[in-house]
């Protein structure tokens, strides 16, 4: 049996409620690739760096936390010829979480100087310890 994993990823804020609401995680523009590193058990984080996709207004919080509740990768159209991957999640009640206090304590972030450098790729995983204290500051217990 594998162990669930715990995973970031990155989109802005506007993308990542469409999603809560949806109950799906899509990442890095639609790619297929990140979802089916996940696994059904697994978690997910969504960091937001912006408020907007199309405007600069930054937010540097996290914003929803959810766990993969199907093993199925599907895709859905969404107009313009945009037919994007995404795959199923259970998303919990949290408060958006600021990362600024977070940063020094985050394993995966190397140098607090350049802390947004892990964010970078749009989706990767973290260690449960990180992910126990991000998810510590979002909601009040996730089981």
Not at 107 to 122: A, D, T, V
Request: overall charge positive; glycine content about 8%.
């Amino acid at each position: 049996m594998q162990d669930k994993r715990y995973w970031i990823g990155v989109a802005s804020r506007d993308h990542v409620m469409n999603a809560v609401q949806g109950g799906f995680a899509q990442l890095c523009h639609g790619k297929q690739a990140p979802l089916k590193k996940m696994s059904t058990g697994d978690w997910i984080i969504y960091y937001s760096p912006k408020v907007t996709f199309k405007e600069k207004t930054l937010l540097q919080k996290f914003t929803a936390i959810g766990k993969v509740i199907e093993d199925s990768v599907y895709q859905v159209e969404v107009g313009s010829d945009f037919i994007p991957y995404r795959r199923s999640i259970g998303f919990v009640s949290c408060k958006e979480t600021s990362i600024q206090p977070l940063i020094s304590h985050l394993s995966f972030i190397k140098n607090s100087r350049y802390w947004g450098y892990s964010f970078r790729f749009g989706h990767f995983e973290i260690s449960e310890k990180d992910f126990k204290l991000i998810a510590g500051n979002m909601v009040n217990r996730v089981e």
